[in-house]
């Protein structure tokens, strides 16, 4: 079946702008999770979902960052004001449980 | 102190041999140890996971997992020009922690 699919697969976005990356999971996969990924180094979690209910929001780093899921499936990670310090590779993640989790392509943020 | 740890440089190995890489993770209570592979410009592909002490095997691949010394190790047999990547690991309490990556470069 389909897998954890991202759009954009690449943004440009200019100091100050917002931005809105998209996340389609793994069809019946209750559980979401949002990664930032900067340059040679490990995902780090941003937040987690289960179904539309935002179960963990520990790892946004600012209040800048906001992620939603209204109706369990669909989610969207906003990030206002973009500042440089904001480009990586955002990775969306989906599970079954929260277990075994498996990753979409991700979106390329570059912030110039 | 990092959540979990991956502190050794780039590996290279000849093809045919035995890649080993080694984390450590910080929380005594972790309890689902996963290892992930990532292509470069790709996303993490899960390859291993492993919940108990002692070796799980998987194909080419080997976990091996020491709770009381708070370690998790990945063995790549008869490696292969393929098996180049960088290999993540990561432990999960509330939520999925990850190392910071191992590149391994396989030379034919």
């Known amino acids: 079946g389909a897998g954890v699919s991202q759009s954009p697969r690449y943004k440009v976005a200019k100091r100050g702008q917002d931005v809105a990356l998209r996340c389609d999971p793994i069809s019946g996969h209750v559980s979401l999770f949002w990664y930032q990924q900067a340059l040679g180094q490990g995902p780090e979690f941003l937040t987690y979902f289960q179904n539309e209910a935002q179960l963990d929001k520990s790892g946004l780093p600012s209040d800048r960052f906001f992620a939603e899921r209204p109706e369990g499936s669909v989610s969207t990670l906003k990030i206002q004001r973009t500042q440089q310090e904001d480009s990586a590779v955002y990775l969306c993640?989906?599970?079954?449980?929260?277990?075994?989790?498996?990753f979409g392509p991700g979106t390329r943020l570059t912030v110039l | 102190q990092k959540e979990v740890e991956q502190n050794s440089g780039p590996l290279s190995v000849p093809e045919g041999a035995i890649a080993s890489l080694n984390c450590t993770y910080s929380?005594?209570?972790?309890?689902?140890f996963f290892w992930y592979r990532q292509y470069s410009g790709k996303s993490p592909e899960l390859i291993m996971s492993?919940?108990?002490?002692g070796d799980k095997e998987d194909g080419r691949f080997t976990a091996q997992l020491n709770k009381a010394s708070q370690y998790v190790s990945l063995l790549i047999r008869d490696s292969q020009p393929s098996d180049s990547a960088t290999y993540l690991c990561a432990v999960k309490n509330n939520r999925l922690a990850f190392g910071k990556g191992n590149q391994v470069v396989v030379i034919p």
């Open positions: 929380d005594r209570v972790s309890q689902s």
């Open positions: 993640a989906s599970s079954f449980s929260t277990d075994t989790q498996y």
């Open positions: 492993i919940y108990s002490n």
